[in-house]
């Protein structure tokens, strides 16, 4: 699953698909990731390999691997985040100078780790 339009919703389209009809209707599509998966024996939020997700805008549950969450969070009109308490915290690209890039939370102008304190599935 290393293509965006692979990302399988429940609702039969791929998130992909999905997001691109709302594009067209200009509707942002926001989705809350919920869990996450790490490789064995990782530890940091580049060790995530997947993903489980909530679409705000239809209620789709879904999950996808990480690059192509990646590929689709730098999309323009589409954004991520974590729920924190009662607070939402948006999820960006971190792009490292060595290896590939992430998925990692982002609050208050800092990188913080909220995605690892995430359920695992």
């Known amino acids: 699953m290393s293509d965006p339009s692979a990302m399988v919703s429940s609702s039969g389209l791929s998130a992909a698909q999905q997001a691109q009809h709302r594009s067209t209707e200009g509707v942002l599509v926001a989705i ?48 991520a985040y974590v729920s924190s308490g009662s607070s939402q ?12 890039p992430y998925l990692k939370t982002h609050a208050n102008r800092v990188w913080t780790d909220n995605l690892l304190a995430l359920p695992r599935f």
Request: charged residues 20%.
């Open 89 to 100: 915290v948006a999820v960006g690209v971190v792009r490292p100078k060595i290896g590939l």
């Open 32 to 79: 809350q990731i919920t869990h996450v998966r790490l490789a064995a024996n990782g530890i940091g939020p580049e060790s995530i390999t997947h993903y489980k997700w909530h679409n705000d805008t239809d209620g789709a549950i879904g999950h996808t691997d990480k690059p192509s969450l990646v590929t689709w969070v730098d999309t323009e009109g589409n954004s």
